[in-house]
């Protein structure tokens, strides 16, 4: 009986929170993949059955860009640097802006730290763009002539 009691808790609570029919509440409990189904039905607002949710699933599995490429630090094939030899979020030998970008996305950005982002604290290169560039040397020589 408890048993059957937090099944039909569970599939209110699917219901409820998603908006799904009955019948598509009791596939998403029953599914090895309910919680990123439910991610899916949370976040895009034209995935609303079941059906629609597995198809957007498996489009994202399906998507190369989803691929991974590097497993040490967990970049795919969409996160990679175009500027990096490797390519991955592993090491870099470029101006790190992709670097950068990802570290953020992920929370793992340090305000403090001296290679977050900007390249001349002076003027702000590469706080707003990876190709900024630096114009303290371009306006010093300027006032010089």
Do not use: F
């Amino acid at each position: 009986m408890p048993k059957d009691h937090a099944r039909k808790k569970s599939l209110s609570t699917i219901k409820d929170s998603y908006g799904v029919k009955h019948t598509d509440a009791i596939a998403l409990l029953e599914s090895e993949d309910c919680e990123e189904l439910c991610d899916l039905l949370a976040t895009y607002s034209d995935v609303r059955t079941y059906q629609e949710a597995v198809t957007a699933l498996q489009n994202r599995r399906d998507d190369p860009r989803n691929q991974l490429l590097c497993e040490d630090c967990g970049w795919t094939v969409g996160d990679v640097c175009p500027e990096c030899a490797k390519g991955c979020g592993c090491e870099y030998s470029c101006s790190g802006w992709r670097h950068r970008e990802m570290r953020a996305a992920t929370g793992d950005y340090d305000e403090d730290d001296p290679d977050n982002g900007v390249y001349c604290h002076e003027c702000g290169a590469g706080s707003s763009s990876p190709y900024d560039e630096c114009v303290c040397d371009c306006d010093e020589e300027e006032a010089a002539a």
